[in-house]
């Protein structure tokens, strides 16, 4: 599998000012071939403002301002479509949060680079890695990974998975506009399409720590709609809808 030359991070933010700054820092050292694309939903706290004067002189990082609060997955849709437009070989989803620890990236890459297609920043592949969440919050994640592992068929320890590493054949293969989640089932969605698609899918462990800034976006709608969500991909998948 041919080695990956150009990655682009996609951080979708709303209202991260706090937390920006150290993570584009961060991402932009994590290694030399990623460039970053931020997407901002017209954050009412500048954080669109604050990447816009770090771009003065920074070739390795980009701004996507959109309109309003549009959500997660077209976001992400949004930057997927990006990369494919500006010949990034891959993507790496990450929250701007710095649950995710940017010095997990170049483990991604080297994981894709041994022949993986999707990878992804699993919380629970050795054990539950998770640090500082409270227990009814860590206990929600798990079991809707467990719960979509069982009605989908999907082999993934955890599917609902933020920090993911994706080749451009996926992006070019996975049909982008019937992606219809817009919350965090769109982890799930993508992924199960990927599996569908007959791609590789590898879970490297990472650490997971909930965010010292800001406030988690996480909400009930969004949980429902995952639940929900499951169901509709298991019965795709039984009458044909999915390929």
Not at 2 to 22: Q, S, W
Not at 51 to 72: D, E, P, Q, S, T
Request: proline share 3%; with cysteine.
């Amino acid at each position: 599998m041919r080695p990956l030359n150009k990655v682009l991070a996609v951080m979708p933010t709303y209202n991260e000012r706090d937390n920006i700054l150290k993570v584009i820092e961060r991402v932009l050292a994590s290694d030399a071939r990623v460039e970053l694309l931020v997407i901002d939903d017209a954050s009412p706290d500048g954080t669109g403002d604050i990447v816009a004067r770090l771009m003065n002189g920074n070739g390795r990082l980009h701004l996507m301002r959109r309109a309003g609060k549009l959500g997660l997955g077209t976001a992400y849709v949004a930057g997927f479509r990006y990369a494919l437009q500006h010949d990034y070989d891959a993507v790496v989803q990450i929250d701007a949060d710095l649950s995710h620890n940017p010095k997990d990236i170049p483990r991604l890459i080297t994981y894709a680079e041994r022949g993986a297609h999707l990878v992804v920043g699993s919380r629970y592949i050795s054990g539950v890695n998770v640090v500082n969440w409270p227990l009814q919050r860590l206990l929600i994640s798990y079991f809707a990974s467990v719960y979509t592992r069982l009605v989908t068929a999907m082999p993934l320890r955890d599917a609902t998975a933020g920090f993911n590493l994706i080749r451009r054949e996926v992006l070019q293969a996975v049909d982008l506009d019937r992606i219809k989640t817009n919350g965090y089932g769109f982890q799930i969605e993508f992924k199960f399409y990927t599996w569908k698609k007959g791609f590789r899918i590898v879970e490297c462990p990472i650490v997971f720590i909930e965010r010292a800034e800001g406030q988690s976006k996480m909400d009930r709608k969004i949980m429902i709609e995952a639940a929900v969500l499951v169901w509709k991909l298991r019965l795709m998948s039984i009458f044909g809808g999915v390929h």
